[in-house]
């Protein structure tokens, strides 16, 4: 039973900064692609990060160079520390896990275009407030 436990979420002001976790459990695929979703009110469910098992990552244009994917593969734990944040960031943040490689062996594209259909497993989320 795929479990995943995100953390972290808190209201903070313009310009500060949050670090998010989604502690992981229940799975022993060989290979996962983890990742970042947020939604704001009224709006679709976006892509924010994702990382592959061999550490490559991709972000969504509009956190790039402010946000960062990482993860702790021996506490089995993701991570999203959110820098620079900004009023728009204000939305539920989900983390997501998929038993497939994020990327395509011939791929060098680092942009996420993944889509919220494109994962199986989902937490609960945590809130994020920028204000």
């Known amino acids: 039973h795929v479990q995943l436990v995100e953390s972290g979420g808190g209201l903070v002001q313009p310009g500060g900064s949050l670090r998010l976790s989604c502690a992981a459990s229940?799975?022993?695929?060989?290979?996962?692609?983890m990742a970042w979703f947020r939604q704001a009110p009224g709006k679709e469910r976006e892509g924010v990060a994702n990382m592959d098992s061999d550490g490559r990552t991709a972000y969504g244009d509009s956190v790039k160079g402010r946000f960062t994917i990482s993860k702790d593969n021996a506490k089995n734990t993701l991570y999203l520390q959110m820098n620079g944040l900004k009023s728009e960031d204000t939305a539920m943040y989900f983390c997501?896990?998929?038993?497939?490689?994020?990327?395509?062996?011939?791929?060098?594209?680092?942009?996420?275009?993944?889509?919220?259909?494109?994962?199986?497993?989902w937490g609960q989320g945590t809130q994020v407030t920028v204000s």
């Open positions: 229940g799975y022993t695929f060989s290979s996962v692609c």
């Open positions: 997501a896990a998929d038993p497939r490689p994020c990327f395509d062996p011939g791929s060098s594209d680092n942009s996420f275009v993944e889509t919220p259909g494109d994962y199986a497993y």
